[in-house]
């Protein structure tokens, strides 16, 4: 059985900054890629980032520049920081791999 806790969630202004972290259980880690997706209120669940077991990187149009995802092999982790943060990015952030989801953690950015 595979477990994903997400935290780092929180509120922040508009052009502000937080990290999420993943804590994976369970031996996936590092055979599977490892990908952030995003729910705002009324839409569906998208895609925002995606690192390869080989840590190969792909980011999501609307956060390029600004969100970086990475790993800790060693800690099970993956992790997205996000800078410049803007309203639109309020959103449950959910971690993926394969099949496996986390329960998700609330981003909200607001002044």
């Known amino acids: 059985q595979v477990q994903l806790v997400e935290s780092g969630g929180g509120r922040v202004q508009p052009g502000g900054s937080l990290r999420l972290s993943c804590a994976a259980s369970?031996?996936?880690?590092?055979?599977?890629?490892m990908a952030w997706y995003r729910q705002a209120p009324g839409n569906g669940r998208d895609l925002v980032a995606v690192i390869t077991s080989g840590g190969s990187t792909h980011y999501a149009d609307s956060v390029k520049g600004r969100f970086t995802i990475s790993k800790d092999n060693a800690k099970n982790s993956v992790y997205l920081q996000m800078n410049s943060l803007k309203p639109e990015d309020t959103a449950v952030y959910f971690c993926n791999a394969n099949q496996w989801w986390g329960k998700g953690t609330l981003v909200t950015v607001s002044s």
């Open positions: 369970g031996s996936i880690f590092g055979r599977l890629p």
